[in-house]
C-alpha cells in the first residue's frame, strides 16, 4: 500500500469528512452514480431484451429465411406449388450455420360459426415442423400431431377464439375459395396460441399442411415455401445472401427483415435510445463527481499546502484525491447494480411491467441479463469519470504551500 492511498483511505474514513460540508455532496455523487448505473442496466436490458424477443417471435412463424417461387406474389398465401425434391431439403448441407428448414403452405379462408365468422390464413405444416419455437406461445391444450395420418386438429389464436367464442375441443367449418367455388373443412381445436404479435394473432391457425395439398389439387411432395432457420440472428443477411446462390433459379429468397423492414427499422431506434441514455447519465455522474472532487479539494487546501510543503509533489497529490474519487465511483457502482440487477431480476421472472401488444408487440417488458455489457458499463463508467477527474484535479498543482497553510 503506498502513501498516497493511504492518506486517501484516512481522509475517507475521517470523522471530520464526514461531518463537513463536503459530506452531503459526495452523498449526492454517490447517489448520481448509483442511480445512472441503474438507468443504464435497465435500459440496455430492455432495449436488448425487447429486440431478442420481437425478433424472436417473428422468425418462430416465419423462419429466419423464406424460399418461394420467383414471381410477383407478394401476399402471404401460397399460389404456385415448389416440389420439395430439391438438394437442399431434408438438409441444408451446402450453406453452414443453418439448423434446421421445414416445408409449408398457406391459404386464404374465412371461419364460420353459428354466430360470426372471421377471415383466416391456414398456414399447412408437416412432420418436418419445428414446434419447439412456439411451443411458449401455447396458452391453452396441445400442439397438433401431424405425425400419422391426416387429421382435424389445428391450433388457433387467443385473438381468433375470442371474437369467435371458440375454446379447445370446438369444432368449426373453414370455406377455401376457388375456381369455382369452394372447399369445406371442418377442423378441431386442440391448442391456443397468444404470442402478442397482433399481425400474427389475428389471421393465422396452423393445421396439416396436407388439406392444402388437396384442396389446391398438389401433389403430395409439392408446397408452398420453405422457412430456413440460422444458427445466429447476426448473420442473417450473409447467409441469406449464401441460401440464395445454392437454389435452383427459378426460386427466391426473403430474410425475415426483408419481409418485416418496418418492424426491424423501428427496432433499430432502441440502440439509439440506450446510446443517449448512457450519454446522459455517464455526463450527470461525471458532473456531480467533479463538483465532490473540487469541494474535496477546497475544503482540503490545508492539508494539500501541508504535504507540499514535507515534499510532496502535485501529481502525488492529485493521486490522493483521485484514489478518494475511485472509492465513491466504486461504492456508487456497488450500490447502483445491486439495485438494477435487482429490478431486471424481479421482472425477469415475475413480469411485473406489462406493454401493449398492438404498439409493442409483447404482452410483458422483456429483459436480458448480459453480464458481459453489465462489466462494460461498470468499466467505461469508472475509466470516463477518472479521466475527466483529472481537469479538475489539474486545480492542485495551483495551490502554494504557504497560502494554503494560512488558508481558512
Same mark, same amino acid.
Given at each position: 500500500?503506498?502513501?498516497?492511498?493511504?492518506?486517501?483511505?484516512?481522509?475517507?474514513?475521517?470523522?471530520?469528512?464526514? !461531518? !463537513?460540508?463536503?459530506?452531503?455532496?459526495?452523498?449526492?455523487?454517490?447517489?448520481?452514480?448509483?442511480?445512472?448505473?441503474?438507468?443504464?442496466?435497465?435500459?440496455?436490458?430492455?432495449?436488448?431484451?425487447?429486440?431478442?424477443?420481437?425478433?424472436?417471435?417473428?422468425?418462430?412463424?416465419?423462419?429466419?429465411?423464406?424460399?418461394?417461387?420467383?414471381?410477383?406474389?407478394?401476399?402471404?398465401?401460397?399460389?404456385?406449388?415448389?416440389?420439395?425434391?430439391?438438394?437442399?431439403?431434408?438438409?441444408?448441407?451446402?450453406?453452414?450455420?443453418?439448423?434446421?428448414?421445414?416445408?409449408?403452405?398457406?391459404?386464404?379462408?374465412?371461419?364460420?360459426?353459428?354466430?360470426?365468422?372471421?377471415?383466416?390464413?391456414?398456414?399447412?405444416?408437416?412432420?418436418?415442423?419445428?414446434?419447439?419455437?412456439?411451443?411458449?406461445?401455447?396458452?391453452?391444450?396441445?400442439?397438433?400431431?401431424?405425425?400419422?395420418?391426416?387429421?382435424?386438429?389445428?391450433?388457433?389464436?387467443?385473438?381468433?377464439?375470442?371474437?369467435?367464442?371458440?375454446?379447445?375441443?370446438?369444432?368449426?367449418?373453414?370455406?377455401?375459395?376457388?375456381?369455382?367455388?369452394?372447399?369445406?373443412?371442418?377442423?378441431?381445436?386442440?391448442?391456443?396460441?397468444?404470442?402478442?404479435?397482433?399481425?400474427?394473432?389475428?389471421?393465422?391457425?396452423?393445421?396439416?399442411?396436407?388439406?392444402?395439398?388437396?384442396?389446391?389439387?398438389?401433389?403430395?411432395?409439392?408446397?408452398?415455401?420453405?422457412?430456413?432457420?440460422?444458427?445466429?440472428?447476426?448473420?442473417?443477411?450473409?447467409?441469406?445472401?449464401?441460401?440464395?446462390?445454392?437454389?435452383?433459379?427459378?426460386?427466391?429468397?426473403?430474410?425475415?427483415?426483408?419481409?418485416?423492414?418496418?418492424?426491424?427499422?423501428?427496432?433499430?431506434?432502441?440502440?439509439?435510445?440506450?446510446?443517449?441514455?448512457?450519454?446522459?447519465?455517464?455526463?450527470?455522474?461525471?458532473?456531480?463527481?467533479?463538483?465532490?472532487?473540487?469541494?474535496?479539494?477546497?475544503?482540503?487546501?490545508?492539508?494539500?499546502?501541508?504535504?507540499?510543503?514535507?515534499?510532496? /509533489?502535485?501529481?502525488?497529490?492529485?493521486?490522493?484525491?483521485?484514489?478518494?474519487?475511485?472509492?465513491?465511483?466504486?461504492?456508487?457502482?456497488?450500490?447502483?447494480?445491486?439495485?438494477?440487477?435487482?429490478?431486471?431480476?424481479?421482472?425477469?421472472?415475475?413480469?411485473?411491467?406489462?406493454?401493449?401488444?398492438?404498439?409493442?408487440?409483447? /404482452?410483458?417488458?422483456?429483459?436480458?441479463?448480459?453480464?458481459?455489457?453489465i462489466l462494460l458499463l461498470n468499466i467505461g463508467t469508472v475509466v470516463i469519470c477518472l479521466i475527466v477527474l483529472l481537469v479538475p484535479s489539474f486545480i492542485i498543482t495551483k495551490i502554494s504551500p504557504v497560502t494554503a497553510i494560512?488558508?481558512?
Amino acid at each position: 500500500m503506498n502513501l498516497e492511498y493511504f492518506i486517501a483511505k484516512r481522509l475517507i474514513t475521517a470523522k471530520d469528512h464526514k !461531518s !463537513s460540508i463536503s459530506a452531503p455532496i459526495i452523498k449526492i455523487a454517490i447517489s448520481a452514480i448509483a442511480i445512472g448505473m441503474v438507468m443504464m442496466i435497465i435500459s440496455v436490458a430492455t432495449g436488448i431484451g425487447l429486440q431478442q424477443k420481437i425478433r424472436q417471435k417473428v422468425s418462430a412463424f416465419n423462419g429466419h429465411i423464406i424460399i418461394s417461387n420467383y414471381d410477383d406474389n407478394q401476399s402471404q398465401v401460397s399460389v404456385e406449388p415448389i416440389s420439395i425434391k430439391q438438394d437442399f431439403y431434408p438438409k441444408f448441407n451446402s450453406v453452414p450455420g443453418i439448423s434446421h428448414i421445414q416445408a409449408v403452405a398457406s391459404k386464404s379462408g374465412i371461419i364460420r360459426t353459428e354466430n360470426a365468422f372471421e377471415g383466416i390464413i391456414f398456414k399447412g405444416v408437416g412432420k418436418d415442423y419445428q414446434w419447439e419455437n412456439i411451443q411458449e406461445y401455447i396458452v391453452q391444450g396441445r400442439i397438433p400431431n401431424f405425425k400419422s395420418s391426416i387429421n382435424e386438429e389445428v391450433i388457433i389464436s387467443q385473438f381468433i377464439a375470442n371474437r369467435l367464442n371458440l375454446k379447445v375441443g370446438d369444432g368449426f367449418n373453414t370455406y377455401f375459395m376457388k375456381e369455382n367455388g369452394y372447399n369445406v373443412r371442418n377442423f378441431d381445436v386442440v391448442g391456443i396460441y397468444n404470442s402478442g404479435f397482433q399481425e400474427f394473432d389475428a389471421s393465422y391457425i396452423l393445421g396439416d399442411i396436407r388439406h392444402l395439398q388437396r384442396i389446391n389439387k398438389w401433389k403430395p411432395d409439392e408446397v408452398g415455401a420453405f422457412e430456413v432457420f440460422v444458427d445466429d440472428f447476426a448473420n442473417i443477411e450473409s447467409k441469406g445472401s449464401e441460401v440464395y446462390q445454392q437454389i435452383a433459379s427459378t426460386l427466391n429468397t426473403q430474410t425475415i427483415v426483408e419481409k418485416y423492414y418496418f418492424i426491424f427499422e423501428w427496432l433499430k431506434l432502441f440502440d439509439f435510445n440506450i446510446i443517449v441514455i448512457l450519454i446522459i447519465m455517464i455526463v450527470v455522474a461525471t458532473i456531480n463527481m467533479v463538483v465532490a472532487l473540487l469541494v474535496l479539494i477546497l475544503e482540503r487546501t490545508q492539508m494539500i499546502g501541508i504535504l507540499k510543503a514535507l515534499g510532496a /509533489n502535485n501529481w502525488a497529490v492529485r493521486k490522493i484525491f483521485l484514489y478518494n474519487a475511485f472509492y465513491l465511483i466504486v461504492r456508487g457502482l456497488f450500490l447502483g447494480n445491486g439495485i438494477g440487477i435487482g429490478l431486471v431480476l424481479i421482472q425477469q421472472y415475475f413480469g411485473i411491467i406489462t406493454l401493449n401488444p398492438e404498439n409493442y408487440y409483447v /404482452n410483458v417488458a422483456p429483459v436480458t441479463l448480459n453480464l458481459g455489457y453489465i462489466l462494460l458499463l461498470n468499466i467505461g463508467t469508472v475509466v470516463i469519470c477518472l479521466i475527466v477527474l483529472l481537469v479538475p484535479s489539474f486545480i492542485i498543482t495551483k495551490i502554494s504551500p504557504v497560502t494554503a497553510i494560512r488558508f481558512d
